[in-house]
């Protein structure tokens, strides 16, 4: 890979990923940022949704919670609470999840703005989780 930026995708537990790559996809707050070698440094807020980076094998795709990015010329490290590749969601259990959440959305029976703000953010992830074992499905 000629030019590369490193990404590290974190939680409190352990780094989930950590690889050069030669593009990074992300799900911002004000929609989805494309960032690649020599990228503007910035920080900035992450919604709950799908990263996809390419690497030198291939494109990698994972489902993340909020959180927030560190973007440089050369690294973009990744802050979340949760992170799962394709290869950790069970999709039989993710369905049955996305149905719950949509279910409750649907209700719509919360007792502050701050639980559907949680709530939304549920959604979302549960959203991209069918979608990255979706989007690797297509590809093979």
């Given at each position: 890979?000629?030019?590369?930026?490193?990404?590290?995708?974190?939680?409190?537990?352990?780094?989930?990923?950590?690889?050069?790559?030669?593009?990074?996809?992300?799900?911002g707050?004000?929609?989805?940022?494309?960032?690649?070698?020599?990228?503007?440094?910035?920080?900035?807020?992450?919604?709950?949704?799908?990263?996809?980076?390419?690497?030198?094998?291939?494109?990698?795709?994972?489902?993340?919670s909020?959180?927030?990015?560190?973007?440089?010329?050369?690294?973009?490290?990744?802050?979340v609470e949760?992170?799962?590749g394709?290869?950790?969601?069970?999709?039989?259990?993710?369905?049955?999840?996305?149905?719950?959440?949509?279910?409750?959305?649907?209700?719509?029976?919360?007792?502050?703005?701050?639980?559907?703000?949680?709530?939304?953010?549920?959604?979302?992830?549960?959203?991209?989780?069918?979608?990255?074992?979706?989007?690797?499905?297509?590809?093979?």
């Amino acid at each position: 890979m000629a030019e590369a930026i490193r990404l590290e995708i974190v939680t409190p537990v352990a780094a989930a990923f950590s690889d050069d790559v030669s593009e990074v996809v992300l799900p911002g707050v004000l929609g989805e940022m494309d960032v690649m070698p020599g990228h503007v440094p910035l920080m900035t807020l992450l919604n709950a949704g799908s990263v996809r980076c390419v690497t030198a094998a291939g494109d990698r795709l994972f489902a993340i919670s909020g959180g927030f990015a560190e973007i440089g010329p050369d690294r973009v490290t990744v802050m979340v609470e949760h992170c799962e590749g394709t290869d950790d969601v069970d999709m039989e259990h993710a369905r049955i999840e996305l149905s719950e959440l949509e279910k409750r959305m649907d209700v719509g029976d919360f007792a502050s703005m701050e639980e559907l703000h949680e709530e939304n953010e549920k959604l979302r992830r549960a959203r991209a989780r069918i979608e990255i074992v979706e989007k690797a499905t297509a590809r093979r």
